[in-house]
């Protein structure tokens, strides 16, 4: 199921965090947004194992950069091979790029 779309985002910045949520469920992440706040404070998004399955929690109401930079951290661990990267668009692959180094 795909995620609902950030709001607050443009229609191209929800395109490419839609293909990076599409690949890190392709690499086995489960994928689960929304906001992120725990005792009155904002939390960070990000990977983690729950009940043996790997997760990724992404804040869909903080600015684009800090979403890009959770799939970003969470798929640096993959070592995405470039047929992986074929079926994104030109947008997704600059984004992975600009802070992953790949």
Known sequence: MAMKPSSG????QNQVIGELDKLAKKNGLKVSGGKLVYAGLRLRGGNCV???ENW???DRLQPYE???DAY???LSGFGLMQ???EGLSPQA???LARGAGI
């Open 93 to 95: 692959r600059e984004a």
């Open 50 to 52: 729950l009940r043996r």
């Open 72 to 74: 970003r951290r969470a």
């Open 83 to 85: 047929g992986q990267l």
């Open 56 to 58: 990724l929690v992404v």
């Open 66 to 68: 800090d979403q890009l």
């Open 9 to 12: 985002l443009t229609k191209t």
